[in-house]
């Protein structure tokens, strides 16, 4: 069964940086890789997402403030967070969409376990 492996996160200032790294072992191929974040009291919400290609989206909070990037061949992806504001305090989950496995078995949807991020003004 895969396992996603998510680190980073953490405790920082307003201002300052962060990046989480998320890498899906095992695997053959993804659709999509990226972050989905959730805050206490609120629902889960879109992050960033990135393709094998290298389409990438972001939710319309980021604004610049973060990058996402991957490595195919490492099935790794990370999300740079730059500029970190309180509001950015939340659980945040990696999530690996459209997998299929060494064996060519449709995974299909994959989630880590989340990482807090928790900004202090």
């Known amino acids: 069964q895969v396992q996603l492996v998510e680190s980073g996160g953490g405790l920082v200032q307003a201002g300052g940086s962060l990046r989480l790294s998320c890498t899906a072992p095992?695997?053959?191929?993804?659709?999509?890789m990226g972050w989905y974040r959730q805050a206490a009291g609120k629902q889960r919400e879109m992050v960033a997402g990135i393709h094998p290609d290298g389409l990438i989206y972001y939710g319309d909070f980021v604004k610049g403030r973060f990058s996402i990037s991957r490595d195919n061949a490492k099935n790794t992806a990370w999300l740079q967070m730059d500029s970190l504001t309180p509001e950015d305090t939340a659980v945040y989950y990696c999530n690996v969409d459209g997998v299929v496995g060494l064996d060519r078995s449709i995974v299909g949807d994959l989630w880590g376990q989340g990482t807090q991020v928790t900004v202090s003004s």
């Open positions: 095992g695997i053959l191929s993804w659709r999509v």
